[in-house]
């Protein structure tokens, strides 16, 4: 019997492993991550494991710990949460009337409290591409006014008012709103784990 850490506080993650049907209790610290990776691909799967190793002190019994990171890259650069409304605008002009990538590295850390078997750590990333809409200046003001931005890599989020600018998707939706679930059930089972039947 394994118990579930989510190693991270965002709203839309808790959300996605609970319509999944996972069981899991949420743990998280406020160590600040950093990383040196220079890929979007190698930034995201470093910054979810130093997130689930930062609560790995946590795990006492047979465990699985599962940290995540959502980053947006365009043009060569990679956008986080921004810090102002003027970050956010900045951002926001950029992704306007064009595509961008949106990246989420998942790192899953299995702890035996059985010393035979042997502990995982397993990471992986998924892309996304998002075409937005040409935006107005006011459009994207009258936007940065709901507040929405600001918790949310790329100042916006697909799954709230941002969705009326949003073009098209290719890939998976729900690892743009901050979680590849479909992907980790999948990198799970062929690791033999059944997070669905634990
Ligand atoms: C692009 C996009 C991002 N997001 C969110 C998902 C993530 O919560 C957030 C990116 O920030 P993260 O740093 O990945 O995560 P977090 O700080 O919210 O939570 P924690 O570190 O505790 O796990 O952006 C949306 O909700 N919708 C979107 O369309």
Redesign the pocket.
């Known amino acids: 019997m394994y118990k579930v850490i989510l190693?991270?506080?965002?709203?839309?993650?808790r959300e996605i492993l609970q319509q999944a049907g996972i069981e899991f209790v949420i743990k998280?610290s406020n160590k600040e991550?950093v990383t040196d990776s220079t890929t979007p691909e190698e930034m995201?799967k470093a910054?979810?494991l130093q997130?689930a190793e930062d609560v790995l002190g946590e795990a006492d019994e047979d465990t699985i710990i599962i940290?995540?990171?959502?980053?947006?890259a365009i043009d060569n650069r990679v956008l986080?949460?921004p810090d102002s409304k003027e970050a956010a605008k900045e951002m926001l002009i950029a992704l306007q009337g064009k595509r961008h990538q949106?990246y989420?590295g998942v790192a899953v850390l299995v702890r035996q409290s059985n010393r035979k078997e042997k502990d995982k750590k397993i990471s992986f990333s998924e892309v996304s591409q998002?075409w937005v809409q040409p935006m107005e200046e006011e459009e994207i003001e009258a936007y940065i006014a709901t507040g929405e931005p600001f918790?949310?890599?790329?100042g916006?989020?697909?799954?709230?008012k941002?969705a009326v600018h949003i073009e098209k998707i290719e890939g998976d939706y729900l690892n743009?709103?901050?979680?590849p679930i479909a992907k980790l059930y999948t990198v799970l089972k062929e690791e033999g784990i059944d997070i669905l039947r634990l």
């Open positions: 190693a991270s506080g965002s709203p839309r993650r998280t991550e995201v910054l979810a997130k940290g995540a990171d959502t980053l947006v986080g949460k949106v989420t998002v918790d949310k890599a790329g916006y989020g697909i799954q709230g941002f743009i709103v901050g979680f």
